[in-house]
């Protein structure tokens, strides 16, 4: 028996058209056709194949530059170019932000011909994937921020995590890099999911990429970070000499890495960070992190909700001035911790440090063993005047680990 089918095309009153975007100062519209495909009348089987859950608009951007892709007019704060080689066509990408005149410096894919996407009822098992390669040297770090934005004009914002990278290194092959939908903060910014209009991604700083694809695909990775904490029976010196660390260490970042060790009664972690001006501090008690400093946060409640944005009674964050006599700061009790033990050792490349936490003694518990605890770190550089950056563990791609306990990682106490 034949099937027959009936395609109608509707214009959405909230649809952008490309008369529309050419009245919008600054826009740029790159491309002359819209994303219109070509579709069997026997395909109704293979498109099911690419859907997620019924949605199907999941290609932002693949061969083509249609009408719903725009840009800066002004091609020497970002120039993008539509190659094609013999392999493959792309997107080539060269921005500099730090010029005169470039204030704001982005472009934006309103696909599907700008028509309103519903992904509320699958944000949690989707990602963002991006295609990318390097024009040049291998690297890590991609200055860009990532917005969703609704017909009613509210945006939720992202920044780039060396985490969304698959692989060790952005090379000259094409790489991977996949950003889970769930971690843009809609609920926060009150953006309606059921009425998606546009991908931003804003540039910072200076450099060149290219782009092969940007997507929607399935997404079951995990959230968050987890490091393992190595038992111990006896507990160790606290010198800042990390030679007698017999476990592997976890990259912070780029530039510095940590491990953890446990036994019954005492939390032990151990850091190497590099710092050129290290241990520059003159800050205390609640302003410990205005400078070179080491923050922790945990909970002592392994069965608290992962996903709470407020801090319970049992969570914890603490600072520790680096090379500094001044006793270790509690911000969420807002007192001195002086049983809270820590050694550093200055080197070439920055410093190392070892840092005893008297668990049971301060919360009037054991660790143990196969338990995950609500875990985060970070690491402040600065002078004696302020903090200049902050690297983080787990929530690298945003900043708030402070006040909320969902930008964590998880610390799993091995047996």
């Not at 000259?172 to 890099?177: I, L, R, Y």
Request: charged content about 25%; hydrophobic content about 35%; overall charge negative.
């Amino acid at each position: 028996m034949k099937k027959f089918f009936i395609i109608i095309f509707c214009t959405s009153s909230i649809s952008w058209s490309q008369e529309d975007l050419k009245n919008l100062e600054g826009v740029d519209i790159i491309g002359n056709r819209f994303g219109f495909k070509k579709v069997g009348l026997y395909d109704e089987e293979v498109a099911d194949k690419f859907t997620i859950r019924g949605f199907s608009q999941m290609e932002i951007f693949t061969n083509e530059l249609s009408d719903d892709f725009w840009t800066a007019k002004n091609t020497t704060c970002l120039l993008a170019n539509h190659r094609k080689d013999d392999l493959d066509t792309y997107l080539q990408l060269k921005w500099n932000k730090d010029q005169d005149g470039c204030d704001w410096v982005g472009m934006g894919f309103g696909w599907d011909s700008w028509t309103a996407k519903d992904i509320a009822y699958i944000q949690d098992t989707i990602a963002l994937e991006l295609e990318v390669r390097s024009t040049g040297k291998s690297f890590t770090n991609l200055p860009w921020a990532f917005g969703i934005e609704d017909y009613s004009g509210r945006q939720a914002w992202l920044g780039y995590s060396k985490s969304f990278l698959i692989g060790k290194e952005i090379t000259q092959k094409w790489t991977k890099v996949q950003i889970p939908f769930s971690l843009f903060p809609c609920e926060d910014n009150q953006l309606d999911l059921t009425s998606v209009k546009q991908l931003i991604i804003q540039f910072f700083g200076e450099g060149s990429i290219e782009v092969n694809s940007i997507k929607i695909i399935p997404f079951s990775g995990k959230l968050k970070l987890d490091i393992h904490a190595t038992p111990i029976s006896n507990s160790p010196s606290i010198d800042g000499d990390l030679t007698d660390w017999n476990t592997s260490f976890t990259s912070l970042s780029e530039d510095h890495s940590f491990a953890v060790r446990y036994n019954l009664d005492t939390l032990f972690f151990a850091f190497s960070v590099m710092d050129d001006t290290p241990m520059q501090n003159s800050q205390k008690e609640r302003n410990s992190w205005n400078g070179d400093a080491i923050e922790l946060a945990f909970s002592t409640n392994p069965t608290a909700n992962e996903k709470r944005k407020f801090f319970l009674l049992s969570d914890q964050h603490i600072g520790i001035v680096s090379g500094s006599n001044i006793p270790v700061w509690s911000y969420t009790a807002s007192s001195e911790m002086p049983t809270i033990m820590k050694s550093f050792k200055q080197n070439e490349r920055g410093y190392t440090v070892e840092i005893a936490v008297p668990y049971y003694a301060l919360y009037n518990q054991q660790l143990q063993a196969g338990t995950q605890l609500g875990f985060e770190v970070a690491i402040d550089l600065g002078t004696n005047e302020k903090r200049e950056s902050q690297a983080r563990w787990n929530s690298s791609y945003e900043e708030g680990f402070n006040l909320s306990p969902a930008k964590w990682g998880k610390l799993i106490l091995d047996k």
